[in-house]
């Protein structure tokens, strides 16, 4: 069914108040015209600005009925039917004397007119619920979106007289990335790429999908992480690197193969700083794909159901970024208290729901430090395509990482004794291998001289890791983890 008749549809059914949530206002006008001109009624269009005008008669607007209440004592003395489309008319819906208004007219006997609220947001007050309907424009799919690329490269090869160069598999990738937006926000963020610099290439992407968040982000508790990594900036996790390239085509896929589901996520469970987050990011990479970052410190809010509806938000937007990988940072921290009057069980059902129902490639990683403080909900089979367990780096990790760190920093892993650095080491997790680096060129700046083995090892020698400050806590979530997950490594 097309949005044309969506429209014809609810007119039929005599609804006497439509609430109409879209950014494209235009697009929404003309349905309501279309519509309108097919089933003979009068249409009409308000604003604050210019008041009322008849558009089926092209009239020149009344601009004495540009204040609310006098419009809704227009529309309640007319005594017939017609269309009127109220454009951004929410912010009048907290008003006790509109709310009557509209009720008195929603609940007039026929011949009764129809009144289409149009706008970004439009939140029905509970005494119009059951008087309304809401009516959602569809977005482009797949195909539309790609035409749409395709249109406006045509358009800039003939303005500038040769073919724009863009590959076949990137602008499937562009395609994919600008889901989710309106045609004219779509066609928009093409134009911005294309001149740019006369081409569509792989560049285009990361901004491209920095800018469709802009658009779609409207204070919410999600924030959009620019940088993320390769597998090559990873260290070790040999398991989890595999698991994810294995998926990686079925997941970027415009549709899964026959006999195969998208991949849906995996909870990352270990020791702190153990690499946890850089594999979160490193999922993004591999996919290349957006990540987003959800934040559960600002998603609690202290009204009653504004944390579940900010969750929602944030999950929705998420679909919206779709393809995109959602990262949870320390899961267990938004859904451990038992103890708050319910929001962190309504949260985790809201969760749940979502991570069940979501039908939109949106990979989920989450990480969890302490397993003691997850909700056995969230570890029941199914929930993840699959739990990890990041343990400590083993001795060729190590060194592996300490050459990652080196290299980073302007010094070439070539010069210092990785496999001394990694037997120092013992014990030690990712974040405090680059700890003891940073700290170590600290030192050697100080005395003017160039970083040496001896400053790595006296800063590691000086150095209590967590797994001997905290080895009792690391023991249990490595006996738990032991029957229970998968070693990353």
């Known amino acids: 069914m097309t949005d044309l008749k969506d429209v014809e549809l609810i007119l039929r059914t005599r609804t006497p108040l439509i609430a109409v949530e879209t950014r494209e206002e235009h697009r929404a006008i003309d349905l309501f015209r279309r519509a309108a001109l097919g089933g003979g009624q009068p249409l009409y269009r308000w604003s604050a600005v210019d ?41 009048y819906l907290d008003d006790p004397l509109t ?12 011949p009764a007119p129809t009144l289409a609220l149009i706008g970004p947001r439009v939140p029905l007050p509970d005494e119009l619920r059951n008087l309304s309907a809401r009516l959602e424009l569809r977005l ?34 562009l395609a994919r990335n600008l889901l989710g937006l309106t045609a004219a926000d779509v066609r928009r963020l093409t134009r911005n790429a294309i001149h740019d610099d006369g081409a569509l290439t792989e560049a285009d992407l990361p901004a491209l999908a ?44 415009d549709s899964p193969p026959p006999g195969l589901d998208a991949p849906k996520g995996v ?60 990262w949870i940072d320390e899961i267990e921290k938004g859904l451990a208290d038992d103890r708050d ?26 990480t969890a430090n302490d397993v003691e403080s997850l909700p056995p909900e969230l570890l029941r089979k199914g929930r993840f395509d699959e739990i990890f367990f990041v343990d400590l780096p083993a001795r060729d990790v190590r060194a592996e990482i300490f050459a990652i760190h080196l290299d980073k920093r302007g010094q070439p892993r070539g010069g210092f004794a990785l496999d001394a650095l990694a037997d120092a080491s013992q014990g030690f997790s990712g974040a405090e291998i680059e700890q003891a680096v940073v700290a170590s060129l600290y030192a050697a ?33 490595r006996a738990w983890a032991a029957a229970r997950t998968v070693p990353a490594d």
């Open 210 to 253: 920095q800018a469709k968040y802009r658009l779609l982000d409207s204070g919410s508790v999600l924030s959009f992480e620019l940088e993320t990594a390769g597998m090559a900036d990873v260290a070790g996790l040999a398991r989890l690197k595999a698991w994810l390239e294995m998926r990686r085509a079925v997941f970027v896929a």
């Open 267 to 326: 909870l990352l469970l270990g020791v702190q700083g153990a690499g946890k987050s850089l594999a979160a990011k490193a999922c993004a990479g591999a996919f290349g794909v957006p990540l987003l970052r959800l934040d559960f410190a600002t998603l609690y809010n202290k009204y009653y159901g504004e944390t579940e509806r900010n969750l929602r938000e944030a999950l929705a937007t998420a679909g919206q970024m779709a393809p995109c990988v959602l």
């Open 99 to 110: 709310i009557r208004h509209l009720r008195e007219i929603a609940q007039r006997d026929a």
């Open 140 to 173: 482009p799919d797949l195909a539309a979106v790609r035409t749409i690329i395709e249109e406006e490269a045509a358009a800039w090869g003939q303005r500038h007289r040769r073919r724009l160069q863009a590959r076949g598999a990137v602008v499937d990738a």
């Open 341 to 366: 009057g319910g929001p962190s069980r309504r949260v985790l059902g809201t969760l749940l729901t979502w991570m069940a129902e979501r039908v939109e490639p949106v990979f989920l990683v989450a």
């Open 445 to 477: 700046h100080a005395r003017g001289t160039a970083l040496a083995d001896a400053d790595l090892l006296a800063e590691l020698a000086g150095t209590r890791p967590l797994s001997v400050l905290m080895a009792e806590k690391i023991a249990r979530l």
């Open 51 to 91: 008041g009322l005008a008849r558009l089926d008669l092209e009239q020149a607007p009344q601009r004495s009925l540009a204040e609310p209440d006098r419009l809704l004592a227009h529309i309640r003395a007319s005594q017939g039917g017609g269309i009127y489309l109220l454009l951004d008319f929410h912010p």
